[in-house]
């Protein structure tokens, strides 16, 4: 039979006005088995099934699930780990420099290089998911859906919508004996009341904004918009000039659920003349989040860390997060036998046999790294209880890549920004630290290059009062990716092809050691205001040049030199050869100059003509 939802708006005297009406058509689609009986019973997920092959793949469309589906995928090859020693937890932060939370960020988006190999040290990848978050579970409505309420029913209007009722039925049949009280099927709902949560929104980096200003580029900044409420404007931090911001920025504040469930992250372009042009924004509804039984309300990992770049951020164990979890599905309760056997949904788990049947990393061959891993790890049965609860569908620890909307433009995407929510309710206790996410911020540095001598330059003068041709030359160097150039005093009238300079080049340069590039802020146009942040690979070039007074200088040869991988130079200009060129990216014949700090010897420049081979033009002792 149909079923009809009114809602109606309770005023003085007794006036209770329809606010708007939802009819539920048919009612098979909201039933389901009886809590407690055989059917009920039989549709408790198999969790034994899900142990072999933990590999994790998610389709490039999202699939619809339900609120019983199995997870097909779960722990990824890094469970394998024993009791930790109880130290010092000064101790148990990871001594590595190149690791921070952007390499997790990379290594989900499958970037080896600036994620320094991070997946490879021990540590599980956070998932990344191409699409709104909800779209992945069914828009969270397993345990509430959105029914639309209208209001009229003249035939000679369409009806008007008056707003959503939030909520869901169950239709199942009663036991036989009725004596019994009706078995609940909604459990773990929150209170009737107010909900107060700390709301932390992770606002990682945007993607092919649309371009706001006349030449092609935008000032993007973030706002937050809660309903109607303005909660977060960030414009003195807005990025100048860039479409693909990276913004590494961490919101907070508290509201009320269900008062204020919508939230809105809205991208604005800054205009210094003019009123701010929007950009976009991405709708967000934390009420589902909140109530859904997939864990939305803050990502799961799959391993259980107290320290290090994948520290458990919950307010709650897992132990406890578990429990919450079986009581919301109806699951029963989990039974333990000490701290390293767990029984859940009729099946009996063991840490060591079920989890970490291979002892400690077995994958990390370093023990000194293998240490660290093993006591940045927790207790016994935390970690059971969370290799237990990745068996179940939830929401992992993740990143999801929104698309924002402008109403002027319709449904066509102008960006995308990749971020995500966490939510903390304040009836489960302390609001954990936020996870740092700041923008890598380069390193000052000096690059100094002495330039010697120079010997073998090809002689490209040919004065009319001497027979012997001659050359001016002068040494010109500069950074890839750095506009200014600089060069060495010019020593004249050479005629053997030699040149002595003593001359020092000094390069100030901004570094980024995790990613290995150099990066500048350079004005594209003088009136601009704010200068265009580019980056490219460490590269330094040098040059060889002959001087000329009235007529542009010839160019007589380069070589490049990979700062990472700095070939390495010859002690005397007799033994400098092009062998140094075509094998300059053997590891064997280079070195990182960052980490070695200091060259020095002969190294030969070059010059390729069209069509033909690299021929030696010169020397240069440096």
């Not at 009722?165 to 009280?181: H, I, N, S």
């Not at 989890?355 to 927790?378: A, C, N």
């Not at 004249?492 to 802020?521: A, C, H, T």
């Not at 014949?589 to 069209?610: L, S, Y």
Request: overall charge negative; aromatic content about 12%.
């Amino acid at each position: 039979p149909p079923l009809q939802i009114q809602i109606l708006d309770k005023r003085l005297f007794g006036r209770t006005p329809i606010v708007g009406v939802h009819s539920v058509t048919t009612l098979k689609t909201f039933m389901v088995p009886t809590p407690g009986s055989i059917l009920a019973l039989n549709s408790v997920p198999k969790l034994k099934d899900n142990l072999p092959g933990f590999v994790q793949v998610l389709e490039d469309t999202p699939q619809p699930r339900s609120p019983r589906t199995k997870i097909t995928t779960a722990l990824a090859n890094l469970t394998n780990v024993f009791e930790t020693e109880s130290v010092d937890s000064s101790e148990l932060e990871m001594d590595y420099s190149e690791f921070d939370w952007w390499s997790r960020y990379y290594a989900a988006k499958g970037d080896e290089k600036r994620s320094s190999g991070f997946e490879g040290k021990g540590y599980e990848k956070m998932t990344y998911y191409k699409g709104e978050l909800e779209k992945w579970f069914g828009n969270f409505e397993d345990r509430t859906k959105e029914f639309q309420l209208t209001r009229g029913k003249s035939f000679s209007r369409k009806s008007e919508v008056t707003g959503l009722f939030k909520g869901d039925l169950r239709v199942y049949p009663l036991p036989e004996d009725t004596q019994d009280a009706v078995p609940l099927i909604f459990k773990d709902i929150p209170e009737h009341g107010i909900n107060e949560v700390t709301v932390r929104v992770y606002v990682i980096r945007g993607k092919q904004f649309t371009a706001q200003d006349p030449f092609g580029k935008s000032d993007p900044y973030i706002k937050i918009v809660l309903g109607e409420k303005e909660m977060i404007n960030d414009k003195e931090n807005y990025i100048p000039n860039n479409l693909n911001p990276l913004f590494g920025k961490v919101f907070e504040f508290n509201t009320f659920i269900p008062q204020e469930h919508e939230m809105k992250v809205v991208v604005m372009d800054y205009d210094a003349l003019s009123a701010d042009d929007l950009i976009g924004y991405t709708a967000i509804d934390l009420e589902n989040r909140f109530l859904t039984s997939y864990q939305a309300t803050c990502g799961i990992p799959k391993c259980y860390f107290i320290a290090g770049p994948c520290k458990w951020r919950h307010q709650v164990l897992p132990s406890a997060l578990l429990d919450k979890y079986l009581n919301c599905k109806n699951y029963g309760t989990a039974k333990w036998v000490g701290n390293t056997e767990v029984s859940v949904c009729n099946q009996n788990f063991k840490l060591k046999e079920d989890f970490e049947p291979h002892g400690i990393f077995p994958h990390i061959t370093d023990e000194v790294e293998r240490k660290i891993l093993t006591r940045q790890l927790g207790g016994q049965k935390q970690r059971l209880a969370l290799y237990v609860l990745n068996l179940f569908d939830h929401v992992p620890d993740h990143i999801e890549e929104r698309k924002l909307i402008n109403p002027i433009q319709g449904e066509v995407p102008q960006g995308y920004l990749e971020m995500f929510v966490d939510i903390f309710p304040k009836s489960d206790g302390v609001t954990p630290e936020a996870v740092n996410i700041e923008v890598r911020q380069p390193d000052d540095m000096v690059l100094r290059m002495v330039v010697w001598n120079a010997k073998g330059v090809e002689l490209l003068d040919n004065p009319l009062y001497q027979d012997d041709p001659t050359c001016d030359i002068y040494i010109k160097a500069f950074l890839r990716g750095q506009n200014k150039s600089k060069s060495t005093d010019v020593h004249y009238r050479s005629m053997d092809g030699e040149g002595m300079f003593n001359w020092r080049l000094v390069f100030p340069f901004k570094y980024l050691p995790i990613e290995q590039e150099i990066v500048s802020m350079e004005k594209e146009h003088f009136w601009k205001m704010d200068g265009t942040e580019k980056r490219a690979e460490p590269e330094l070039v040098v040059q060889i040049w002959d001087n000329d007074q009235f007529l542009p200088d010839d160019f007589i040869g380069s070589v490049d030199f990979k700062l990472i991988n700095f070939f390495k130079p010859r002690r005397s200009a007799y033994s400098t050869s092009l062998a140094q060129i075509t094998t300059r990216d053997d590891h064997s014949n280079a070195d990182n100059i960052f980490k070695k700090k200091r060259f020095r010897g002969w190294w030969p420049v070059v010059k390729t003509p069209e069509g033909n081979d690299p021929t030696i033009t010169g020397k240069i002792e440096m």
